[in-house]
């Protein structure tokens, strides 16, 4: 099982990195990009001794306690089997 990990700064962050992005993106006459918002990716690849609600649950924690700051980041996941 793997689990994709993805890590964004939350709204209320200035993300100077996606503004440069999107204004670069709108010099370049880019069109229909009205925001970019850049993050971090990982995949977890898991050894299976986890039932899904378990590794559910240890995902969740390993985002939230190691692969964030959650003062000034979110995070989403998905298994995949």
């Known amino acids: 099982?793997?689990?994709h990990?993805?890590?964004?700064?939350k709204r209320t962050v200035l993300d100077?990195?996606?503004q440069?992005?999107?204004d670069?993106?709108?010099?370049?006459?880019?069109?229909?990009?009205?925001?970019?918002?850049?993050?971090?990716y990982f995949?977890?690849?898991?050894?299976?001794s986890l039932n899904a609600a378990?590794?559910?649950?240890?995902?969740?924690?390993?985002a939230r306690e190691v692969l964030t700051n959650p003062v000034i980041e979110d995070y989403s996941f998905r298994l995949e089997a």
């Open 1 to 3: 099982m793997k689990a």
């Open 5 to 9: 990990v993805y890590v964004t700064l």
């Open 16 to 18: 100077a990195q996606g």
């Open 20 to 22: 440069t992005i999107a």
């Open 24 to 40: 670069a993106l709108r010099r370049m006459q880019y069109q229909g990009v009205a925001d970019v918002r850049q993050g971090k």
């Open 43 to 48: 995949v977890l690849s898991l050894d299976g």
């Open 54 to 62: 378990d590794a559910e649950a240890e995902v969740a924690r390993i």
